[in-house]
């Protein structure tokens, strides 16, 4: 019922800068949560960023001042703006999102595809 589609990732040198984005669709009645993920190889999926409906945001300490979470709730869109990338950065990014779809009852959480983002040194 509820389709997320993201872009963005790709290649950078270390110390430069990708926006990702992710926008979900579908018979869509309100969304809480927005979220990004990632997930390294050998490594567990660890939350990155969060905003709730009001514009509150929550970050992974290894990204606070690098990493920016925007959602244009308009367009049903999330944003992960990423600066200064690092090495450590590299990884398959996930947007998750709460949505409540036409007819439902209760919010699900729902993932995107992912994308990945490499940064070489």
């Known amino acids: 019922q509820v389709q997320l589609v993201e872009s963005g990732g790709g290649l950078v040198q270390a110390g430069g800068s990708l926006r990702l984005s992710c926008a979900a669709s579908g018979s869509i009645f309100s969304i809480n949560a927005m979220a990004w993920y990632r997930q390294a190889p050998g490594k567990q999926r660890e939350l990155v960023g969060r905003i709730n409906s009001g514009g509150s945001t929550i970050y992974a300490d290894s990204v606070k001042g690098r990493f920016t979470i925007a959602r244009d709730n308009a367009k049903n869109t999330v944003y992960l703006q990423m600066n200064s990338l690092k090495p450590e950065d590299t990884a398959v990014y996930y947007c998750?999102?709460?949505?409540?779809?036409?007819?439902?009852?209760?919010?699900?959480?729902?993932w995107g595809q992912g994308t990945q983002v490499t940064v070489s040194s």
């Open positions: 998750n999102v709460g949505a409540l779809y036409s007819g439902g009852i209760v919010y699900t959480a729902y």
